[in-house]
């Protein structure tokens, strides 16, 4: 299954709590929560590149399943970490503390974030 392709945000839920847990100011998270977000996916083999457009802000990162790599965290900080693939259509990462899973159902991507016990999903459709 390939993750490749354009995918729009259609709905989030706790992205405030899950912001401000992370520590982005109230100017930026205000900024965020209605802002369009479009994620491109390029997949080759066990390459990505992954962009998130939101707004004005891009958040790009290229990793291969299993091997270090430096990534962008949420936050804007840049962190070594190691994306693992769980079946062909789960990526799991943790980001200093933040962990993400990544999930391809069909035309739709599920994304959540845990922070403790502060869970932000995500919910893209194929575009």
Known sequence: MSFTGKYELQSQENFE???????????LIEKG??????SEIVQDGKNFKVTVTTGSKVLSNEFTIGKEA??????????????????????????NGIKSVTELKGDTIVNCMSLGDIHYKRISKRI
């Open 17 to 27: 709590p899950f912001m401000k847990a992370i520590g982005l100011s109230d100017e």
């Open 70 to 95: 430096e990534l962008e965290s949420p936050t804007g900080q840049k962190v070594k970490a190691v994306v693992q693939m769980e079946g062909d259509n789960k990526m799991v990462v943790d980001l």
């Open 33 to 38: 929560k209605d802002a369009k977000s479009i």
